[in-house]
């Protein structure tokens, strides 16, 4: 394939949506991507006209089935490479089955979809039209959680046993949604959103975020969801305790009535040797604890292997990554940046006819999404079930 800038289609972004934003500048950042198309709102008046009012010049749509069909009919130098969905999640399934069929790869906002029918069509899907498919689990894309997935599946830590993985938020304490605020309407609408508010909204990252970073499965879970907020049809706070693959134990918790926490994404990894700390919030560093010896930070950008605690041989591709020296912050957008680049290298290889991996360890593939979706259904079985220990469903 030649060195232009890969082709991206939005579908949904219009009328002050929220995540769209990071996404356009993300797919911006390294000048090798480039919106130029978008399908921006279900009214195809609407779209029509919110493309005409996007800041660049981009293809509008009235709908995502135009932008998809059209594509076939467009020379090849302007056709899309992928797109990326980033509507609400009860119209993540069909763009993504369209446009598989239609040969285009796919960056889809997390959760996968509404429920673990169609995450198994979907992974069903990729696996038949072996196209590039990513799961925009924001948060991997830091350069600490990579760091921090070295260190824990490198062995440094020893045996885990015990993680906190934890997103809390407090912007849903009140009845938001009643005002009509976009965002909260939906997410706390059962048809939209799927069988969990809180737990799909940002259990799934905190899910997420403990398999990437260990490398270990929820085989079992003992859930709780909770409605603080009177009259509210789902969850606002989701609490799961869980038996991890290799026989340790985890909390996987969420919470979006917890005034005072914002984007309060972390986690904490216990091992027998060690223990880890990352906290989103405050993205640059890495504190690792060994018994008796002072806490230790690791700054991105300020990593030195062979020093005692990390070995001499952390992989050369992982010690590159950074984009600016330590102390020149990155933040959310880089982590999504990275997000993009890694599925653009993965998309270039595809078009290359070369084989690509989609393999999870860059970015959250098709079936990390099942895999968040079956964890939402089998907390929501087991809370109706007063927290019974219910087993998680066989991988597809
Ligand atoms: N990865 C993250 O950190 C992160 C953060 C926020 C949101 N999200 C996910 O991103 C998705 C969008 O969330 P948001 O907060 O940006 O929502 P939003 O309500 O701000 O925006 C959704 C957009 O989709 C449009 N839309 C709805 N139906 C459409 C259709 N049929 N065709 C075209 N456009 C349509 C809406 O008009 C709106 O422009 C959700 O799945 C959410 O879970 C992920």
Not at 295 to 307: E, L
Not at 341 to 370: I, L, M, T
Request: proline share 6%; charged share 20%; net charge positive.
């Amino acid at each position: 394939m030649s060195k232009r800038p890969l082709n991206v289609g939005l579908v949904g972004g219009g009328k002050g949506a929220f995540i769209v934003q990071p996404h356009q500048k993300a797919i911006h950042f390294d000048g090798t991507r480039r919106v130029t198309a978008a399908a921006l709102f279900p009214d195809p008046k609407i779209a029509l006209e919110e493309a005409e009012n996007w800041p660049y010049p981009i293809n509008g749509y009235g709908s995502y089935d135009e932008m998809i069909s059209a594509n076939a009919k467009l020379p090849e130098d302007q056709k899309l490479d992928y797109i990326v969905i980033v509507t609400p999640n009860h119209v993540h399934y069909d763009p993504a089955m369209k446009a598989l069929k239609a040969g285009i790869a796919v960056l889809c906002e997390k959760p996968l979809c509404l429920n673990l029918r169609e995450a198994t069509n979907l992974v069903k899907a990729v696996r038949k039209y072996e196209i590039p498919f990513g799961v925009a689990h924001t948060y991997l894309g830091h350069w600490t959680t990579r760091f921090a997935r070295y260190i824990v599946q490198a062995g440094l830590l020893g045996e885990i046993r015990w993680v906190d993985s934890y997103y809390l938020q407090g912007w849903l304490a009140t009845k938001l949604e009643a005002t009509g605020q976009m965002q909260a309407s939906w997410r706390t609408n059962p048809k939209l959103a799927g069988g969990s508010g809180c737990g799909g909204d940002i259990g799934t990252h905190a899910l997420m975020h403990l398999r990437y970073i260990t490398g270990l499965d929820v085989v079992q879970l003992s859930g709780q969801l909770e409605t603080f907020v009177e009259g509210r049809p789902l969850d606002d706070h989701f609490t799961t305790y869980c038996k991890l693959s290799n026989g340790g134990k985890a909390l996987v918790r969420a919470s979006q009535i917890s005034i005072g926490h914002k984007n309060d994404l972390g986690i904490e990894i216990a091992g027998t040797k060690g223990s880890l700390h990352w906290s989103q919030e405050q993205p640059e560093s890495v504190t690792v604890c060994l018994s008796g010896q002072p806490d230790m930070v690791y700054w991105r950008g300020a990593v030195t292997p062979g020093d005692g605690f990390l070995p001499k041989n952390v992989p050369a591709e992982l010690m590159a990554e950074p984009t600016v020296p330590s102390g020149h912050p990155e933040a959310f957008h880089d982590a999504y940046a990275r997000l993009h680049r890694c599925f653009e290298a993965d998309v270039r290889k595809w078009k290359a006819g070369q084989p690509f991996k989609c393999d999870g360890s860059k970015y959250a593939n098709v079936e990390d999404g099942w895999m968040g979706i079956a964890f939402i259904e089998t907390a929501v079985k087991s809370s109706k079930k007063k927290g019974a220990w219910t087993p998680m469903p066989k991988p597809v």
